[in-house]
């Protein structure tokens, strides 16, 4: 559960001075931020004691949360490294982008190719706030920018990422653990499918979510949503499939993430309540 975007307003204590004006009037530290949260679960810094009590109540229901958390980051690196090394991308579209952790979506195709462009797309506060540091750390010859914006707002994504992307040359669309925060799934479908009509041919869409593929899940999921955030939609395996109709998944098609190419470095794969997959447009 990455990111969803932030509620804005809320209580002035307890908010980090730090932070510019324009963060501060639309950050929330009284209730949980999906962001925040699922930094917290990958071992970040970047959260608050809402988030750490509520992300440690979750995960006491579910404990493949954390270990979730830390395969999702993994499944990020192996697919990125195969876009650019193997499928050659040099674009890609992080809608949902989440907090900044290590091994970032340019970070990782740049080391591998330098001249790489990546927009980022979120609109959580805290996940803006930091984004503006995190662009000092692309390369001379690359390009990484964010987009303040929904992603129920396709449309709209799209316009502001063509002022960066090449858009005569495949782009990589990722929806990273981002869509079980829209809560209708044919809202769902119509994001995925307006934003990959939106693209040339020979571009991928990467896209994984949260399964309901066992009961701890399905705890920890009503757990979670019991903190007054917005609710995490657990969808069948099926569901998360059925995104990809009219695209090529590539071998080895829709798994739990965790056994999507595996590093044999790793060691042996564990199964986690996250299943995805990549597919190219014809």
């Known amino acids: 559960m990455p990111s969803s975007g932030g509620a804005p307003g809320g209580p002035a204590a307890n908010r980090p001075s730090h932070l510019p004006d324009d963060v501060l009037a639309r950050l929330r530290t009284d209730i949980p931020s999906p962001a925040r ?4 679960w990958l071992g970040g810094k970047d959260n608050y004691e809402i988030d750490r009590e509520v992300g440690d109540a ?11 958390a830390r395969q999702s980051r993994r499944f990020l690196i192996r697919v990125v490294n195969h876009l650019v090394t193997e499928a050659k ?8 982008a989440g907090l900044p952790t290590e091994s970032n979506t340019h970070e990782i195709a740049q080391r591998a190719a330098p001249e790489a462009r990546i927009v980022y797309v979120d609109n959580d506060p805290m996940v803006l706030a930091h984004a503006r540091a995190l662009m000092r750390g692309t390369t001379p010859e690359g390009v990484t920018e964010y987009i303040d914006a929904d992603y129920h707002r396709p449309q709209q994504i799209l316009a502001e990422a063509a002022n960066v992307l090449n858009f ?14 829209c809560q209708e799934y044919g809202t769902v479908k ?14 991928y869409l990467v896209l994984w979510d949260c399964t309901d593929t066992s009961e ?3 705890r ?13 939609i657990l969808r069948s395996v099926e569901q998360l499939d059925a995104l990809f ?10 798994v739990s993430i965790s056994q999507w190419r595996p590093d044999p470095a790793e060691g042996e794969p564990v199964h986690v309540d996250g299943y995805g997959a990549v597919a190219r447009k014809p």
């Open 190 to 203: 119509r994001i995925v499918d307006e934003t990959m009509a939106g693209v040339p041919s020979g571009s």
């Open 245 to 254: 109709d009219g695209l090529e998944k590539i071998d080895p098609g829709t």
């Open 216 to 218: 701890a899940a399905r």
């Open 89 to 96: 991308v040099r674009n890609f579209l992080d809608i949902g």
């Open 220 to 232: 920890g999921t009503e757990k979670y949503a019991e903190s007054g955030t917005l609710p995490y």
């Open 37 to 40: 949260t699922w930094n917290y």
């Open 58 to 68: 979750t995960a006491a229901l579910n404990p493949d949360l954390v270990p979730l």
């Open 168 to 181: 005569s040359q495949p782009i990589a669309v990722m929806f990273m653990g981002v869509m079980g925060f």
